[in-house]
């Protein structure tokens, strides 16, 4: 969606109507409902670096310096608009945390990693306002490759790929960080891989996130690319940029649930 407003805003229920049962000649159970809009400010992320002329005019043959800059600059600004909507996603999440050592499961009963998804997936569908049905998890990549590689005490995988069911990518165009669907789904939830999730606050424990994507609003302008004229005339300099527009709203703040725990350290599945 392009985006040209300082803000963008959805409406949403903040509490809901009320029925009960009702006796003959009794008063109707009568709660009136609150509206309000879901909104996020439009945040502009941009980058630009000083180039010489020297560079754009002797690239080479049949390669465009300007273009090759611009594509690598969009990458990281593509990178840059996936970790703001993320951020903006978990800001006010559910937590589940976990600081056993990791297991995918346990020898019998709910446990482990799979618990864990389970248990997050549950807050979505528990919660009064919400009642979700959560349908995909997203991790980084080497917990991806971890849990793909996990094999029994008889050498099988312990996870077998399923077919992607039309699944979207659910990532930044361009970005090659966020990889997209795995192959595998796990307790119900298709499990996406994005190198953009960070690790929480300034510890060194990856998140799992738990949501229902088509609940979260993901608004992106076209990216502005620029070219100034020589910025230092005695140098031949330019300025090349690039700068988009986004904007991230979470219909639903306890919509969305993340897994996090020393069992996590990102180093364990390096």
């Known amino acids: 969606h392009r985006i040209a407003a300082p803000a963008r805003k959805w409406p949403a229920f903040t509490t809901g109507a009320s029925v009960a049962s009702q006796t003959e000649g009794g008063a109707v159970s009568e709660t ?26 002797r690239a ?25 909507a993320i951020n903006q996603a978990i800001a006010s999440a559910q937590t589940v945390t976990e600081n056993s050592a990791f297991t995918v499961t346990t020898a019998s009963g709910v446990g482990g990693f ?74 119900g939830l298709a499990l996406f891989q994005d190198d953009n999730i960070p690790n ?21 302008g076209a990216p502005i690319p620029y070219l100034y004229p020589p910025a230092v005339a005695g140098s031949l300099d330019a300025i090349l940029g690039l700068r988009a527009y986004c904007a991230t709203i979470t219909r639903f703040k306890e919509g969305v649930s993340t897994i996090t725990g020393s069992a996590y350290k990102a180093s364990t599945f390096a």
């Open 32 to 57: 009136d409902p609150v509206a309000a809009f879901g909104s996020s400010a439009v945040t502009m992320k941009a980058g630009q670096i000083e180039v010489s002329y020297q560079f754009l005019d």
């Open 200 to 220: 929480l606050g300034t510890t060194s424990n990856t998140q799992v996130i738990v949501t229902r994507p088509e609940t979260i609003l993901q608004l992106e």
């Open 60 to 84: 080479g043959p049949g390669i465009s310096g300007d273009q090759a800059l611009y594509e690598q600059i969009k990458q990281q600004l593509d990178a840059q608009i996936d970790v703001y």
């Open 114 to 187: 799979l618990g864990n998804l389970k248990s997050a997936k549950n807050k979505l569908h528990d919660t009064a306002g919400v009642r979700m049905k959560g349908t995909s998890a997203f991790v980084i990549g080497d917990l991806a490759d971890y849990l793909s590689a996990y094999v029994d005490a008889q050498g099988r995988p312990l996870f077998s790929p399923t077919l992607d069911d039309n699944q979207l990518k659910l990532r930044a165009e361009g970005d090659p960080q966020a990889e997209g669907y795995t192959g595998y789904v796990l307790v």
